[in-house]
T-cell receptor, first 113, second 115 residues
């Protein structure tokens, strides 16, 4: 079946540090890949997505590239802010048909001033 | 648009009681999902509706759980009888068209505590 593996947190960084959160996946065909973010006390919201190999999704300074050869979709940001503190989820949906989203376990990011 | 609306935000109940969680999806969205979030298991899909019809309920833990979608603007998740291990945050999410490239829109969740 489909699965998503992401690094366990928590990840603690100083403000303006570089962020990488690793995500790898297992799926047949060409799934769509997503990063969702969850702020405290809220539901998940889409951060960025990529729907085919070599696509780069980007939003709010975050970016991730769909790497078919390494089955990866790592999240990066060049300079994190305190307001980026949240839980980040990598996710996929299979190609075609029913949109059953498979989520990773989530990685908690804490940015300290 | 008001987004996906869930109620209540918090529910505290005693073991054995019936619990009903409610969800109003975004107007025009024809896919609706119920998720459960715990520290141990992360986000688990409980059930998926498309055009008000349950398509995949393989994630419903057991017969104590049931979900309905009587119309396009309302869904309920019921637990009867509730148990302490049901304590979690329950999220409802909706999506247009149900295609794999579309994002999910999540509600703010219901924090359920079963004592």
């Amino acid at each position: 079946g489909n699965s998503v593996t992401q690094m366990e947190g928590p990840v603690t960084l100083s403000e303006e540090a570089f962020l990488t959160i690793n995500c790898t996946y297992t799926a047949t065909g060409y799934p769509s890949l997503f990063w969702y973010v969850q702020y405290p006390g809220e539901g998940l919201q889409l951060l960025l997505k990529a729907t085919k190999a070599d696509d780069k999704g980007s939003n709010k300074g975050f970016e991730a590239t769909y790497r078919k050869e390494t089955t990866s979709f790592h999240l990066e940001k060049g300079s994190v802010q305190v307001s980026d503190s949240a839980v980040y989820f990598c996710a996929l949906t299979p190609s075609g048909g029913y949109q059953k989203v498979t989520f990773g376990i989530g990685t908690k990011l804490q940015v300290i001033p | 648009d008001a987004g996906v609306i869930q109620s209540p935000r918090h529910e505290v109940t005693e073991m054995g009681q019936e619990v009903t969680l409610r969800c109003k999806p975004i107007s025009g969205h024809n896919s609706l999902f119920w998720y459960r979030q715990t520290m141990m298991r992360g986000l688990e899909l409980l059930i998926y509706f498309n055009n008000n019809v349950p398509i995949d309920d393989s994630g419903m833990p057991e017969d104590r759980f049931s979900a309905k979608m009587p119309n396009a603007s309302f869904s309920t998740l019921k637990i009867q009888p509730s148990e302490p291990r049901d304590s979690a945050v329950y999220f409802c999410a909706s999506s247009p068209a149900g295609q794999g490239t579309e994002k999910l829109f999540f509600g703010s969740g219901t924090q359920l505590s079963v004592l």
